[in-house]
């Protein structure tokens, strides 16, 4: 079964590094996000990506935040330069249109 | 803001008991409701409702959507303790955009 894939499982960094979170959405689909879920709370919205631009962002991503599909299969996130409040499980998912499709997600844990 | 809210939180039953989980939105231009179940990590994906009174089902698992009351419940009977997690609610809006709403979610604890 198709499935998402993410890389890596568990990632560390050092407060203002930055860290490149890496995805593999499924083949045939048209819809890229990115969620975190920080630790005990909801998941929340950061990002869509559509016909290779950003079609929404939250308020979480700011300038701080990029996407990209640098060729015809991985998607990534950057975070430019972390903070402590950026420590989260950050899932990407795809969709056709509404149905989405999580990844395992990273762990990331900026200290 | 759109919002979904879960009730309850949390829930402890013990094996063999029937569930009734809730999901209310308050969503502007409301596409879709899906409901996930997130075990350790990754929410995993178990029904998408579009249309009122048209109840979804998956072995013990059953969702139903009303629009004009704007919530949805997910049932499960008979649980098995493999039915223990957090059961996510997700609203999402018209536009292109697919973007997912999440409420906190239900913690689930089924005991043997």
């Known amino acids: 079964e198709p499935e998402v894939t993410q890389t890596p499982s568990h990632q560390v960094t050092q407060m203002g590094q930055e860290v490149i979170l890496r995805c593999v959405p499924i083949?045939?689909?048209?819809?890229f996000y990115w969620y975190r879920q920080i630790l005990g709370q909801k998941v929340e919205f950061l990002v869509s990506?559509?016909?290779?631009?950003?079609?929404?962002k939250s308020e979480i991503f700011d300038d701080q935040f990029s996407v990209e599909r640098p060729d015809g299969s991985n998607f990534t996130l950057k975070i430019r330069s972390t903070k402590l409040e950026d420590s989260a499980m950050y899932f990407c998912?795809?969709?056709?249109?509404?149905?989405?499709?999580f990844g395992q997600g990273t762990r990331l844990t900026v200290v | 803001e759109d919002k979904v809210v879960q009730s309850p939180l949390s829930l402890v039953v013990h094996e063999g008991d029937t569930v009734t989980l809730n999901c209310s939105y308050e969503?502007?231009?409301?596409?879709?409701l899906l409901w996930y179940k997130q075990e350790k990590k990754a929410p995993t994906f178990l029904f998408m409702l579009?249309?009122?009174?048209i109840e979804k089902k998956s072995g013990r698992l059953s969702s139903i959507l009303d629009k004009k009351e704007l919530f949805s419940i997910l049932n499960i009977t008979a649980t098995q303790t493999g039915d223990s997690a957090v059961y996510l609610c997700?609203?999402?809006?018209?536009?292109?955009?697919?973007?997912?709403?999440f409420g906190q979610g239900t913690t689930l604890q089924v005991k043997p």
């Open positions: 969503v502007t231009n409301f596409r879709s």
């Open positions: 083949s045939n689909h048209l819809y």
């Open positions: 998912a795809s969709s056709v249109r509404s149905e989405a499709f």
């Open positions: 579009t249309s009122s009174g």
């Open positions: 990506f559509y016909n290779n631009e950003i079609s929404e």
């Open positions: 997700a609203v999402s809006s018209s536009g292109n955009t697919g973007k997912l709403i």
